[in-house]
């Protein structure tokens, strides 16, 4: 667990010092024992089919890992590596505002599963998933991984 | 199936017609019956630690979801939307192009399955997934998914 | 939708139609606006390790994937396809009953989502996963899946 | 690795050491550098409809569980922990034998990912999938997974 606990600004920090977190650009709006919610802002390098315009499938499923794996971070004070993730697609999301919810599943010594669900700026589920993530304290790995 | 062959040319206009595909700078290298072999061209924005400076897994998840449908577009003759992806990370892709590797698992006529293997510049597998994606011809869909 | 409401017993009645959900021995606990509650009976041969005699990953699976199939049945009146599972493991499940909740993530007319959390006798969560169901009505399906 | 190079025999002893595995009857059919095959017999409980006879996919789970399991084993020499598995379902499997073949996609210090595929008695494709394996030496292992 981390030494002081963890605050909404600082997991801000945590989160903004990522180059690629800033691309997607992450508010986080809440974080209590329920887990965290974040929210993106729309960029127009993420439309999928120019006709359609909704948002591509990637950037949805890179959402969801960060999503969880900051909601992991809320309790471990730091982002972990991801071991893998699975992503069920459930509606096109349209240009705007998405936001995300996210909730450790099960924390565990080794390994741990967080889970988040994506809604649009109507409050639509657009996507959702779960991500497995090596928890190990950072001492102990090896480097191989 | 596609009335006309695919070829990698027109292959390669279809996947270039996505604003995220080209984001994400996707060159089609090989076509053939075994599947698809597609190159990428390494961002900054890619970076997620700032210090270790590895490829964030959003964007390993992106290039497995791209890849592995235009492995059926290859066959079906249009890309085809995603309906779940599952992820695993081998390993830490550091800046470099990278080569993905997919292939057409099962191909149905209501949905289908596609996986892919992505390797670094020095042909070490980063990661690698597999999607199921919704293949009935258009003409049958409702609009709902 | 189905025409008739479903009951308790009428989901009990399809899930103990199958021959294999006999053999895992499902008893429906509850069915409501949330969900349902499924409960199995151990049986010897879900023996994994016979030093250690935790429940086999198969067997949980397929819990999940029963459970998740007929939280989407309680709300469509029948069971339906899997078009594929994700499961993870949290901890080793030892012999006893075990209690699956189940609720719908999303219904939709082409495909859904549903997932499952398993738990043990002293309620510590062993399992969870997510499955992706074919949900298209009956008539329209040309039984190529 | 293991110490002593592993045999088709001693893996076969392996695999029928575990209750359920002599339940889902696996048989060793070939061990060499590219993975495993393995070879199951039909068992009346595995029904899922009963009118319509096919097998229920929570057993065809548990085979690409197993396969992918004992190919990380044969380059092991033990089977280890699953930690999570995904699985498609391709086309129904009808009653009689079925073989897997699965080999290890990466193997790594503390977690691998192995694939499985499984096709019935006319050599069709039925279900494929991949599991993620904790692969860190048992020693340091806490206990705590």
Redesign the interface.
């Known amino acids: 667990m981390a030494e002081t606990p963890m605050t909404l600004e600082k997991l801000q920090q945590l989160i903004t ?5 800033r ?2 650009n992450f508010t986080i709006l809440k974080m209590d024992a329920d887990g965290i919610e974040v929210k993106t802002a729309w960029r ?7 006709d359609r315009r909704h948002t ?4 949805l ?3 969801i ?2 999503a969880a794996d900051y909601a992991i971070a809320a309790q471990l004070g730091r982002p972990v ?11 096109a999301a349209m240009p705007g505002d998405l936001i995300a919810k996210a909730k450790v ?2 924390m ?4 741990s ?1 967080a889970e988040a ?1 994506v809604y649009d700026s109507e409050s639509a ?1 657009v996507a ?3 991500g ?1 993530y ?1 928890t ?1 304290p950072p001492k ?3 480097g ?2």
Chains 1, 2, 3, 4 share one sequence.
């Open positions: 010092r990522e180059p690629f977190n691309w997607i127009e390098e993420w439309v999928a089919n120019p591509h499938g990637g950037i499923a890179a959402i890992d960060v590596p991801t071991i893998d993730i699975h992503v069920n697609y459930h509606k599943v099960r565990g010594g080794q390994f599963t669900y589920l959702s998933g779960r497995t090596f190990m102990r790995v090896n191989k991984w």
